[in-house]
């Protein structure tokens, strides 16, 4: 089967590894951008992706680029814990979360396309346009408009989807919620043990910084009126001074905020945005993957991990249905409602939903948060976002591999 892919993202490197992995040879992708480039901040894989990724052979290769938080922390606007848990291995995983730098994972995927598809398969400069229900995609070049023969072609072009734009296009851009996020990366001493991923704040205003390496990446985040109106552009730099004064107050015992905003090489703006969840995704021989699909806010850390679990089931399917027919109402079954229940879940902050009940309750600072919010409370409200993520724990180590009973035979 000839399979087409748009977009040479985390979403669409990863289906194409996948895709590999289970017999499909006769694999494109094709991404708009002339040259790819490491671009972006951190960002984190969560057990489940670790998992598929680690079962596509890529486990040490990842371990190497990524650095295990251990604890994940929540803070109010004072510094005073809220809720902290265990993550990755210390958890109980069999797999680790990993932060990484998006643009090194982006090139280490695609240089494990290359080496296992060939340097030829994925294809710069060429802009998905529009394809075709019964397959063909059409792209333009610098040259002119490509069409190109496929039987099956996926949409894994991000949030600002073609593909998508032809099947709904009515939809209009991303919805904004007014919020903008700042992020970047310093070279700056560790913070309390080292190995631990810390957000502060409330709904309005927060702060986010993990270890990343040799450095710590921030995000800062802030509801304000007039710059979320900006195009969500992935590369806006702008000047840290007046977000560094934002968060002048932010001097916890343990963390130096405004320092650490301060000592970012770049800080990057980008408007907290999605779109709403889609009744479809699959026309004909067509589907979405990834942003394309589900795009969602980042609370909760699990863009870039969907988009994996995404681009396995995908390929599970393809290669155990009796037709694609059959696998691309399969995929959309067990990824569309999951995705669907998460976007929302995001839009009421997520696990993030402790530091919005904190501050609510008590936004002077509290002597002990149980007096505030019960242990129960915050213990129910992290593990229901695992279940709705897909990486609880128990339900993670023990589920079925997405990579199928033949395949895993021949390993
Ligand atoms: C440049 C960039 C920087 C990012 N930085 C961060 C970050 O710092 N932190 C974070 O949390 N998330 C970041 N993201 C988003 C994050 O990568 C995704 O949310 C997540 O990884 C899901 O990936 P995806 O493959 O679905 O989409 P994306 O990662 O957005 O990849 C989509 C790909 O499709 C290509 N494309 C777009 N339109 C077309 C078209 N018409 N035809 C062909 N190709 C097309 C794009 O060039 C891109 O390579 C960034 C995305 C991009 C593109």
């Given at each position: ?7 040479a993202?985390?979403?669409?490197l ?7 992995a ?12 002339d ?7 951190g ?8 998992r598929?990724?680690t ?10 680029l990524?650095?295990?938080?251990e604890?994940l ?15 990755g ?5 069999r797999?680790p ?6 643009g090194?994972l ?15 398969t994925?294809?710069l400069?060429?802009r998905?346009v ?6 063909g995609?059409r792209?333009t070049t ?8 496929a ?8 949030i ?5 734009r032809r ?5 209009g ?6 919020l903008?996020?700042?992020?970047g990366?310093?070279?700056a ?13 409330d709904?309005e205003?927060?702060f986010?910084?993990y270890?990343l390496?040799?450095r710590?990446?921030?995000?800062a985040?802030r509801?304000?009126a007039g710059?979320?109106?900006?195009e ?8 840290a001074?007046?977000?560094v ?9 343990w963390?130096?905020?405004?320092g650490?905003?301060?000592?970012c090489d770049?800080i990057?703006?980008y408007?907290?945005v999605?779109r709403?969840?889609l009744?479809r995704?699959?026309?004909?021989r067509?589907t979405?993957l990834?942003d394309?699909a589900?795009?969602m806010?980042?609370?909760?850390s699990?863009g870039?991990s ?8 995908l390929a599970?399917?393809l ?12 995929y ?5 409602p ?5 976007v929302?879940s995001?839009r009421?902050?997520g ?6 009940l ?5 936004p ?5 948060i149980?007096?505030v919010i ?5 213990g ?10 897909g990486?609880h724990?128990?339900?993670l180590?023990t589920?079925?591999?997405?990579t ?5 035979e021949q390993?």
């Open positions: 089967m000839t399979i087409v892919i748009a977009g993202g985390i979403g669409g990863t289906a194409a590894l996948s895709l590999h289970v017999g499909f040879r006769n694999i494109s992708v094709y991404d708009r951008v040259a790819l480039r490491p671009l972006g901040v960002i984190n894989l969560l057990p489940h992706a670790v598929e990724l079962e596509l052979g890529l486990g040490s290769r990842l371990a190497a990524g650095t295990a938080p604890t922390a929540y803070y109010n606007r004072h510094g005073q814990l809220i809720w902290s848990e265990p993550r291995v210390a958890a109980g995983y797999w979360q990993l932060s990484v730098h998006r090194a982006q090139m280490e995927l695609l240089a494990a396309v290359r080496e296992r598809l060939g340097r030829g994925v294809r400069g060429h998905l529009d394809a075709d229900a019964n397959g995609a792209f610098a040259e002119g408009t490509v069409d190109v023969a039987e099956l072609v996926i949409g894994a072009d991000g600002h989807s073609a593909l998508r099947r709904r296009p009515d939809e851009p991303p919805v904004s919620n007014g903008v996020l700042w992020r990366t310093a070279r001493p560790g913070f309390l043990d080292g190995r631990t991923m810390i957000m502060a704040g709904a205003q927060k986010v910084a270890p390496g040799d710590v990446n921030v995000i985040e509801r304000t710059s979320a109106e900006h969500a552009n992935w590369n806006r730099a702008v000047a001074g007046p977000i004064e934002l968060f002048g107050q932010w001097q916890f015992p963390l130096d905020v405004p650490l905003i301060g000592a770049e990057l703006e408007p907290m999605d709403d969840p009744s995704w699959t026309f004909g067509t979405l990834g394309a589900h795009p806010y980042p609370n909760g699990n870039a969907q988009a994996v679990l995404d681009a396995r089931t599970f399917h290669a155990t249905a009796q037709s694609v027919e059959a696998a691309l109402t399969a959309e079954n067990d990824r569309r999951a995705t669907t229940a998460l929302r995001n009421s902050q696990p993030e939903q402790v530091m919005v904190a501050h609510e309750r008590a002077e600072g509290f002597d002990d149980h007096d019960g242990a129960e409370e915050l129910a409200i992290a593990t229901a976002y695992k279940r709705a993520a990486f724990p128990d339900e180590n589920r079925a591999s997405l199928p009973p033949n395949i895993r390993l």
